[in-house]
């Protein structure tokens, strides 16, 4: 029997335990949760056909009115952007070219980018065929190192962006002028890099050529998608990757369904007109349950983590983090053991636990889920189970 239909739980129905989500948007959680509209624009894209092409033309305008940028595109994640844009300096829009990737026999591939930089995403450029060059150290880059690395195979340069760090609005500005000079496009990662919201148009403010985006995080369309935007030609040269029409290049069997890109394209021009005090005021909210129901508790101290940018914290994403401290020995338990409690328990909670500490949060949680946690951790810790009603923000 076909059991799509039913109400019961879709992933209950699979078998799979649905969770609560206090650690933030992780992709391996799901993202983040899609606000109504969203969903309500994805389902409704679902009921119609459509010539991509013509979508994707469309989508990208709207990117681009909402960026500030000259063009756009929604990929199948931040990675994927990140392929296309390689592939895109790599060969542009010349299907000689990039018909060939990934071999780039003739082209120039060289990437050039901090070792500062260097994650487990690298080989996302790979995929196009890319051939990475690290520059400077794991504690920084001068604009010498940069220069060193350029030669007669170099097609880009790229940068990851972490704000307030030695990644920051700085080493990123040293990258951009540096590469500039050579006449080089900059790729930039920011896939995770809001709030702030401002920070979607900043980086083409100060050049970015082609910036990606992750699509189901703080900006909430679905899981699976991204948000490549930049230059045109270099969007250009990504669309004809992705093309699910002939001719094509590497990126066919990173495909987006229309849907996905209503309800991507839905998702950020929500965002950039949504309030945003309120959005941020509803994780502060949550946070400050936490003091309520712990300020009392034998053995615990409870505080809200606000990054500080002028000790060069980590200031994007979450404002504002639940930070949970045990007296380990006398309560007879260690913020590890807890925490995979919490995990094992029902409902299941994800939520971070070490170094004595147990972390919370906010960002992806759903009013009333902090009282359920803060419940929850009283139980295992042995105190009352009662949390104090929420208070206005």
């Known amino acids: 029997m076909n059991q799509c239909g039913k109400s019961m739980n879709p992933y209950h129905r699979l078998g799979v335990r649905t969770l609560i989500n206090a650690s933030g948007t992780m992709s391996y959680l799901g993202g983040s949760i899609m606000p109504p509209d969203v969903v309500a624009a994805w389902v409704e894209a679902s009921k119609y056909f459509v010539h991509m092409d013509e979508l994707l033309a469309a989508a990208s305008r709207e990117i681009a009115r909402l960026t500030g940028a000259e063009a756009g595109l929604i990929t199948a994640g931040a990675d994927a952007g990140l392929s296309l844009a390689a592939a895109s300096c790599i060969a542009g829009t010349v299907p000689d070219r990039y018909h ?8 120039k591939n060289e990437v050039v980018i901090p070792k500062v930089c260097a994650q487990i995403h690298d080989r996302s450029y790979a995929v196009s065929g890319a051939r990475l060059i690290f520059v400077g150290t794991e504690n920084g880059f001068t604009a010498d190192d940069v220069e060193r690395a350029v030669g007669e195979r170099t097609a880009a340069a790229v940068f990851v962006y972490f704000a307030n760090t030695n990644k920051g609005d700085e080493a990123l500005d040293v990258m951009l002028r540096t590469a500039h000079r050579h006449g080089l496009p900059l790729i930039l990662d920011a896939a995770a890099e809001t709030p702030p919201r401002e920070n979607i148009r900043k980086f083409i403010t100060m050049g970015a050529d ?7 995080k703080d900006i909430q369309g679905p899981n699976d998608t ?3 935007y930049g230059r045109k030609d ?26 996905d890109v209503v309800a991507t394209v839905c998702a950020l021009d929500r965002y950039m ?14 946070a400050q349950s936490f003091i309520r129901a712990f300020g009392e508790h ?27 401290t045990l007296d380990e020995r006398a309560l007879g338990v260690t913020a590890e053991t807890l925490a995979q409690r919490l995990y094992d328990g029902e409902p299941r909670i994800v939520l971070g ?37 929420r208070s206005a923000p």
């Open 226 to 228: 991204g948000i490549l």
């Open 298 to 324: 034998p053995g615990v101290s409870c505080t809200i983590h606000r990054p500080n940018a002028e000790k060069h914290e980590y200031t994007a994403q979450c404002p504002c983090r639940v930070v949970i």
């Open 100 to 107: 060939q990737l990934p071999d780039t026999t003739g082209l």
């Open 234 to 259: 270099l969007i250009d040269g990504a669309t004809v990757q992705m093309r699910v029409l002939p001719p094509f290049g590497i990126g066919r069997s990173m495909k987006v369904g229309r849907e």
């Open 353 to 389: 636990g070490g170094g004595g500490q147990i972390s919370v949060n906010p960002h992806c949680l759903i009013d009333g889920e902090e009282e359920i946690i803060a419940r929850r951790l009283r139980e295992e810790l042995g105190g009352p189970a009662h949390v104090h009603p």
């Open 210 to 216: 082609v910036v990606a985006f992750s699509g189901g």
């Open 273 to 286: 007109s949504m309030d945003f005090d309120a959005h941020l005021a509803a994780w502060e909210r949550r």
